[in-house]
């Protein structure tokens, strides 16, 4: 099921995760099963897949969102974004992936199957 965010590309927005956890950031895509959020404060882009969203609000920005801040561009450039696409474009790239909780994965993403992906420690 694809949901249709076009409205707030752009906005700030707030979205809490399986494991009641709140990402907050600027929506910069959604696709047919994830959405794309930079994180000011982290300097980071969050891909979070839609069966992991529980609940999504525009929120407003505050000042130190402003500071610092720059045009910002999705790193993975395609026509609809998915899941699979971003793992894709990811393959070799030094990525952290949170699997459980506040616990994350990091490395250089190696090969990607359908249900395990391999990293290469640096």
Same mark, same amino acid.
């Given at each position: 099921?694809?949901? $249709?965010?076009?409205? @707030?590309?752009?906005?700030?927005?707030?979205?809490?995760?399986?494991?009641?956890?709140?990402?907050?950031?600027?929506?910069?895509?959604?696709?047919?099963?994830? =959405?794309?959020? &930079?994180?000011?404060?982290?300097?980071?882009?969050?891909?979070?897949?839609?069966? &992991?969203?529980?609940? @999504?609000?525009?929120?407003?920005?505050?000042?130190? $969102?402003?500071?610092?801040?720059?045009?910002?561009?999705?790193?993975?450039?395609? $026509? !609809?974004?998915?899941?699979?696409?971003?793992?894709? !474009?990811?393959?070799?790239?030094?990525?952290?992936?949170?699997?459980?909780?506040?616990?994350? =994965? &990091?490395? @250089?993403?190696?090969?990607?199957?359908?249900?395990?992906?391999?990293?290469?420690?640096?």
């Amino acid at each position: 099921m694809s949901i $249709d965010f076009v409205d @707030l590309i752009g906005k700030k927005i707030e979205v809490e995760i399986s494991g009641g956890i709140f990402l907050k950031g600027v929506l910069l895509d959604s696709g047919l099963d994830i =959405i794309v959020i &930079h994180d000011n404060k982290n300097q980071s882009f969050l891909y979070v897949p839609f069966n &992991h969203v529980q609940r @999504l609000k525009e929120i407003s920005f505050e000042e130190e $969102d402003f500071l610092n801040s720059s045009p910002i561009e999705n790193p993975i450039e395609t $026509d !609809v974004i998915s899941f699979r696409k971003a793992l894709t !474009v990811a393959k070799g790239m030094f990525v952290q992936n949170y699997w459980s909780g506040k616990k994350a =994965i &990091h490395g @250089l993403m190696g090969s990607i199957m359908n249900d395990y992906i391999g990293y290469k420690r640096k």
